[in-house]
């Protein structure tokens, strides 16, 4: 069987510099406080220039409050095309 050529596909790298201006990410991470307990903070970051859009805290993270956060940070003419994410359960 003859395989058929097809143009290569973009790498990651291609499509974060085509596609930087509709592009968000967010990252939820863990702080301990000086009395032990977790606290989570989430950041979302707007890829074309690097810009901070909101930082937030708190101490039960679920989807909905993270899918709240999102909906805040950004008014409709301005949401993102794509939001990368990790794959971390609280995410949903």
Known sequence: ???????????????LR???AG?????LFVVRTISFKLL?????LRQARRQLVTI??????TAQW????????FPWD???R?????RDRAFG
């Not at 069987?1 to 499509?15: H, L």
């Not at 592009?23 to 990252?27: G, H, K, Q």
């Not at 989570?40 to 979302?44: F, K």
């Open 23 to 27: 592009i968000a990410s967010l990252d």
């Open 66 to 73: 993270i899918a709240g956060q999102v909906t805040d940070a």
């Open 40 to 44: 989570y903070g989430l950041v979302i």
């Open 18 to 20: 085509n596609h930087a």
């Open 56 to 61: 937030a805290v708190t101490a039960t993270p």
């Open 1 to 15: 069987m003859v395989r058929r050529r097809r143009p290569p596909s973009q790498g990651c790298k291609t499509f």
């Open 78 to 80: 301005e949401a993102p």
């Open 82 to 86: 794509h939001l990368l994410r990790e």
